[in-house]
């Protein structure tokens, strides 16, 4: 190629630029507008070394407490417990400034912002006939403010999102039931916004759910603060889980079924966490290995974009011993009725060693440390280049178009006595990984509809709970136990990320 035919080329004009965010960290108002409590409203705050909690008794009184990612043991629930922080309740309360909030986003030119919608806000059980009225009414307000400005909503139904009720009643998804609830919170949304809204994702990184928190699991191992293996899945709760997810799957293909007859225009995705994986070595188990490792993540991606269980899937299925089981219909639905578009988040690569392998994931993620890769302050390695050959090996496998929509870099941010806000750090992560994506779109020619930047405005961290782990180009006045003015504030990543877009990210300062 030469010069002149690669100045030549660019981002379509149609790319969409924009930022994501989630209910569960970033909306509040958990008790306002009749909405019901999820999961994520009884997790406390945790830190990079202290996870996250949840408290959780039995009908005698009996308590134990279980870390996020954990099943609840048979028998509890989880309850508020007295004189702990609870993040989720107020986020960085979009509820009470999302006009704020999207002034500031059309100000930096969004094309699009990725939100999702709260489960309990819509049906606070989670199995109500009848949705609420009033919750639907705020999201129409947020859509209809986006289109005041122009900018496309792009709505995820379902991000760690899991109503108490179904939890503590039904077990959770690992009860088939629940694909009948989540079907009728769809129609629900797709039916309201079928002319304002295209873009959807059926489901938030589908490859990692798991336990009580986003999946709302009960498993037979009584749990506590003692015996807790934080990071860990026993072999039991592996397989509730992929029965789990295997309803899920089937959902989301009833979901597509379902939006194809309201509106045959939209765009269907669903989404996996599929950051990238590399062999630690040349050594021969070390490359088998991280391309098995792989396929832990690539499995889910193959079962929406393809329509079907890949050959490998059997195999991973035996390292849990668990058998997959299957209604009839099941593999007609989900050959029937695929994604359009595969969205994707991207933070991250690991490495796979032989001599440690991480064997109790299932969703493919955190294979193990890069030496030859710097981290965030968190320990997440950063990998512009790992983006550009995640892209091409998502558009070479699938053959579809790719949506970037969770990228970015937490940090701790300062602000400075006059309201400034350096963060370089950021400005430096990103303009890195829009450069790989840039030339995977123009050297490589992978198709992609747009790229959402992670938690654009300030919100809460999913893994940690903490505040000071920020993602934004708006800064939000809140520290880690909840104290501040929620006053919003914009950082210098703002002012170039909008240069960013007005150029159609040909100008990266
Ligand atoms: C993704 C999730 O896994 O990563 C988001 O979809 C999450 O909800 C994001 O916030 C970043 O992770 P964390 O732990 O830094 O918030």
Redesign the pocket.
């Known amino acids: 190629m030469t010069g002149k035919e690669m100045r030549d080329m660019s981002f379509p004009t149609n790319f969409l630029w924009g930022g994501a965010t989630?209910a569960n960290?970033y909306e509040g108002g958990w008790k306002e507008g009749g909405r019901g409590i999820a999961v994520h409203d009884l997790m406390t705050d945790g830190t990079k070394d202290e996870p996250r909690r949840i408290y959780c008794r039995n009908d005698a009184g009996d308590e134990v407490t279980i870390l996020q990612g954990e099943c609840i043991p048979f028998g509890y629930q989880g309850f508020l417990k007295e004189g702990y922080y609870y993040p989720s309740h107020n986020g960085t309360d979009f509820y009470h400034h999302y006009k704020e909030d999207i002034a500031l986003m059309a100000e930096m030119g969004f094309k699009v912002y990725r939100l999702s919608v709260s489960w309990t806000r819509i049906f606070p059980n989670g199995d109500d006939l009848v949705p609420n009225e009033e919750g639907l009414g705020f999201y129409d307000r947020v859509i209809d403010e986006l289109k005041k400005y122009g900018i496309e909503p792009l709505v995820t139904i379902l991000?760690?999102d899991m109503p108490l009720h179904l939890a503590n009643v039904y077990g959770g998804w690992a009860d088939r039931r629940l694909i009948d609830f989540y079907l009728r919170f769809a129609r629900t949304l797709f039916e309201r916004w079928k002319d304002k809204v295209t873009y959807w994702i059926t489901v938030?990184?589908i490859n990692?759910l798991g336990g009580y928190w986003t999946l709302g699991l009960a498993s037979n191992h009584r749990k506590n603060q003692a015996n807790s293996n934080q990071g860990e899945t026993p072999v039991e709760d592996a397989g509730i889980k992929l029965q789990s997810i295997h309803h899920l799957l089937v959902a989301s293909a009833m979901a597509n079924r379902m939006a194809r007859e309201i509106n045959p225009d939209f765009m269907l995705g669903t989404m996996c966490?599929l950051s990238g994986i590399y062999p630690a070595t040349c050594h021969p188990d070390d490359v088998f290995g991280a391309y098995e490792f792989r396929r832990k993540a690539l499995m889910f991606s193959d079962v929406t974009m393809r329509g079907y269980y890949p050959n490998y899937a059997a195999s991973i299925f035996d390292q849990y011993h668990f058998k997959l089981r299957r209604e009839p219909g099941d593999d007609e639905l989900l050959r029937d009725n695929p994604s359009d578009y595969l969205a994707f988040?991207y933070?991250r690569t690991t490495a796979f060693d032989r001599n440690s392998p991480n064997t109790t994931t299932t969703g493919g993620q955190q294979a193990g440390p890069n030496p030859y890769l710097e981290k965030t302050p968190w320990g997440w390695p950063i990998d512009a280049r790992g983006l550009r050959l995640v892209l091409n090996e998502l558009y070479d496998r699938y053959q579809k178009p790719l949506f970037i929509v969770?990228n970015g870099m937490?940090n701790v941010d300062i602000v400075e006595e006059d309201g400034s806000i350096h963060d370089d750090y950021r400005i430096a992560y990103l303009r890195d990984h829009i450069m790989e994506m840039k030339k995977a779109v123009e050297i490589d020619r992978v198709p992609v509809l747009g790229y959402t930047t992670?938690?654009c405005v300030d919100l809460v961290?999913?893994?940690?709970g903490e505040m000071k782990?920020r993602y934004g180009f708006v800064y939000v006045d809140l520290d880690d136990k909840g104290n501040g003015s929620f006053k919003r504030m914009k950082k210098d990543s703002f002012f170039w990320y909008q240069k960013v877009i007005g150029s159609n990210g040909e100008n990266l300062g």
Do not use: D, I, L, P
């Open positions: 989630a960290q991000h760690f938030n990184e990692v966490a988040s933070y969770e937490g992670w938690g961290s999913a893994g940690t782990k």
